[in-house]
């Protein structure tokens, strides 16, 4: 493509993402789960605007990702149902709940970068909504992610795994699944543990996951984050702190293994020119929107981190498609 092209498509690259994000906002895909309906119909329901439904679903149909009866009438596409309806397993709704909330943040963009500062949080915090939908939208792709993590990491000698900042405990009921010998602790915030604990029962899985309410920032390192695990397994949780505290983290993670257990950080690995993968690049922007020292980091600087932990038998895995694994033992 040459360059203006290039710079044409992606000055309007957002406008796709905005109505996507909206529709499954205003519950427009989940209004045509059980049959075809008009806009008219869908207004109706959802008392929204006739005319604005109708434009929204028909840029949806250009996209593919509905489908137009003759008679009008807007259908769900087979394929992309599963992903973009609320329930089932397949479901991406949870994480295109918490995009829709980033967009008000990432139009902030240009006061980050002015300030140096992320955009404020209310004082209260996360909405419980919001809350949810973030923990809910880690579940939607840790459902996924965390299959291909135990196609590459072989866990079947641990028995006890911690899950540090597990949020719902979606990787853990995954490893569950596939290690049958394996009992894990999910260990995060106060305001989360519930979530996990509603995720574990309907997995059918408490009697192998067990929550633990804690800072990982504040507790530990002698016992409150726990000891003796097999295995500690760290995803998507660094690239929200700084380099110092995820220095402190990782001891504590080491701290909590046994000798020769194994450490696993799954995260957004930068190569040393911190330019690329384009997505881990990316996603540093995403948390200097939204942390006060969240960074994506190099393989190397986490590998630093390990060594000076006594990490041994360093190793690189990528985890298509954006993400990668460190893995290490405790000497
Ligand atoms: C990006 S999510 C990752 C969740 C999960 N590990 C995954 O990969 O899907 C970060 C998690 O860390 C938890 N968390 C953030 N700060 C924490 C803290 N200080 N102590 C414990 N958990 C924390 C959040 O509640 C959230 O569940």
């Given at each position: 493509m040459d360059p203006r092209t290039r710079i044409e498509e992606l000055k309007g690259g957002y406008w796709m993402p905005v109505v996507l994000l909206t529709a499954g906002h205003l519950g427009l895909f989940a209004a045509l789960k059980d049959r075809p309906r008009s806009a008219a119909e869908v207004a109706g329901e959802l008392a929204l605007a006739t005319r604005a439904v109708e434009i929204v679903l028909l840029a949806l149909v250009a996209e593919d990702l509905l489908l137009q009866r003759e008679d009008g009438r807007f259908a769900l596409h087979p394929e992309y149902a599963p992903y973009l309806l609320p329930d089932g397993d397949e479901s991406v709704a949870s994480i295109m709940e918490h995009h829709y909330h980033l967009l008000g943040r990432w139009i902030q963009l240009a006061e980050v970068v002015r300030s140096g500062k992320p955009v404020p949080r209310p004082e209260s915090g996360r909405s419980p909504e919001q809350l949810r939908a973030f923990i809910c939208g880690m579940r939607d792709i840790a459902r996924r992610s965390t299959e291909t993590v135990a196609a590459q990491v072989d866990l079947s000698s641990c028995r006890r795994l911690l899950d540090l900042g597990g949020g719902p405990g979606a990787s853990s009921i995954v490893l569950c699944r596939h290690f049958p010998r394996l009992h894990c602790v999910v260990f995060d915030l106060p305001e989360v543990v519930p979530i996990a604990v509603e995720e574990i029962a309907a997995a059918g899985l408490s009697d192998r996951i067990t929550t633990q309410p804690g800072d990982y920032l504040t507790d530990g390192p002698d016992g409150d984050l726990g000891d003796g695990f097999d295995c500690v397994f760290v995803s998507?949780?660094?690239?929200?702190?700084?380099l110092a505290a995820t220095g402190r983290l990782l001891g504590k993670a080491m701290a909590a293994l046994k000798p020769g257990g194994l450490l696993v950080i799954k995260d957004f690995f930068l190569a040393d020119?911190?330019?690329?993968?384009a997505w881990a690049a990316l996603f540093a922007v995403n948390m200097l929107i939204g942390t006060d020292e969240g960074m994506s980091y190099t393989w190397s600087e986490i590998e630093a981190i390990i060594r000076s932990h006594n990490g041994t038998g360093i190793e690189r895995r990528e985890l298509p498609p954006a993400s990668g694994l460190l893995l290490a033992r405790k000497a």
């Open positions: 998507n949780i660094i690239h929200s702190l700084s020119s911190r330019a690329e993968p």
